[in-house]
């Protein structure tokens, strides 16, 4: 793809248009996500899936005793158990949802693969890995056939102006206040979506894809806009609300951490690109997101903080994605939780937790921890 030109367009419709946020907005009243009537938002996250055939696409790095009657199939159950046990108000698939090289027809693929979610009739969303575009189809024709699939809240990318933006599945979400209370106007939470790319096309530089100066820029954009209209009348709130971000690739920035500041374990490098395009350094100037959760890597399934971010993976969901038998496939869980008065009912995002659970007989829960409470926020976070 010729990222120049696209680049430099995608810059002067930012520049020149300067659009006046209601144009951006969709109708703020009538949110497609909302925090439950219990005040809280959870989202689970599901990481690799690397669909391929169904049943007839075996299992990798499960036990010998494993290796029988075990397929795609196994994947499609993970889902559906993980639904059924934590009811989440949105499901999010973080890019590597089918394995290109394996999957015969990416249509079939990708309808198999998301078909739990669909017939769930909860919310979903995805973003591309490095792996999706492998098939029959080319990313774009993989993001526009997603963006057609029942009951996704899945974008193929922003509006215009701002629709000139590098790769595929670039968008946010803004997840409403409870329903009749006084916040039931606002975001309380922001999901940002983005497409971190495959493969690098500078033959100078080798490895994975990154995230574009113009993917930058609309994020910066949009996150200005989010705040913007959060601290504007009625019901004008102080700090910007909490964002999350959701892509595949990690960041250069995961590999800050070891074990004395992480919660989960690192097993195998931080496959990141090989650049550093800067997005962590945009996410922390642009102030609200506080989390940030990427696949790819599916032996890792840690969080750590950094600078007011935690970086979490989902861990290796997929049973056709490599792995390491005898070590479960899992699952991230996030909850935001409103805090709550006597006086004024439901406020804003107290706190936002994570844990995961592992594909074992009880859906074994590990590693609960907060990821960001309101209290703390700026000051060190204490583990729970
Ligand atoms: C895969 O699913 C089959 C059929 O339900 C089950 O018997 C088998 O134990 C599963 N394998 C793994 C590794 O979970
Ligand atoms: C929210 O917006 C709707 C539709 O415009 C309006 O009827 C309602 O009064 C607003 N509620 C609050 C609490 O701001
Ligand atoms: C984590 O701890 C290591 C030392 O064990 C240190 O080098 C690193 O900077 C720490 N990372 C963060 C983000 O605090």
């Known amino acids: 793809m010729a990222s120049k030109p696209s680049l430099f367009l995608s810059f002067c419709f930012f520049v020149v248009v300067s659009v006046p946020s209601f144009v951006f907005a969709a109708n703020a009243n009538s949110y497609p996500l909302r925090v439950g009537r219990n005040g809280e938002f959870k989202i689970l996250q599901v990481a690799d899936m690397h669909y391929a055939d ?21 994947t499609t159950a993970f889902v559906e158990r993980m639904i059924q046990a934590e009811k989440p108000h949105l499901i999010v698939f973080t890019g590597d949802n089918i394995f290109g090289l394996d999957a015969t027809e990416a249509t079939k693929s990708l309808n198999a693969a998301f078909a739990a979610a669909i017939s769930s009739k909860i919310p ?111 019901e004008a709130q102080k700090a910007a609300a909490p964002g999350l971000a959701y892509f595949h690739i990690p960041l250069p920035e995961f590999e800050s951490f070891d074990s004395s500041n992480f919660t989960g374990v690192r097993q195998e490098g931080i496959s990141s690109a090989s ?57 991230r869980v996030v909850v935001a939780t409103l805090e709550k008065t006597k006086k004024e009912g439901w406020g804003a995002v107290k706190s936002i937790r994570t844990w995961k659970r592992l594909d074992d007989q009880h859906l074994t829960t590990i590693d609960a921890q907060v990821l960001w409470s309101k209290s703390s926020a700026g000051k060190p976070l204490l583990m729970v």
């Open 275 to 331: 650049v550093n395009s800067g997005f962590f350094t945009t996410m922390v100037a642009a102030g609200d997101v506080k989390a940030v959760f990427t696949g790819h890597d599916h032996l890792n399934d840690f969080c750590g903080e950094l600078t007011g971010i935690n970086l979490c993976y989902g861990g290796g969901f997929g049973y056709h994605a490599y792995g390491k038998a005898g070590w479960a496939r899992r699952a």
């Open 124 to 234: 979903w969303a995805a973003v591309l890995g490095n792996h999706d575009q492998e098939s029959t189809l080319s990313r774009g024709g993989v993001m526009k056939h997603i963006v057609g699939m029942k009951r996704t809240l899945s974008q193929l990318n922003p509006p215009p102006p701002a629709h000139l933006i590098d790769g595929f599945g670039n968008y946010n979400l803004e997840v409403g206040g409870v329903e009749g209370s006084r916040l039931q106007n606002k975001s309380l939470l922001n999901l940002y979506f983005l497409d971190s790319g495959d493969y690098s096309t500078v033959p100078s530089v080798l490895g994975y894809g990154w995230i574009k100066p113009s993917q930058q820029l609309w994020f910066q954009r949009t996150s200005e806009k989010l705040q913007r209209t959060y601290k504007n009348k009625p």
């Open 54 to 74: 169904g049943k007839t696409t075996p299992c990798q790095d499960v036990l010998p005793k494993q290796v029988i009657g075990c397929s795609d199939l196994n």
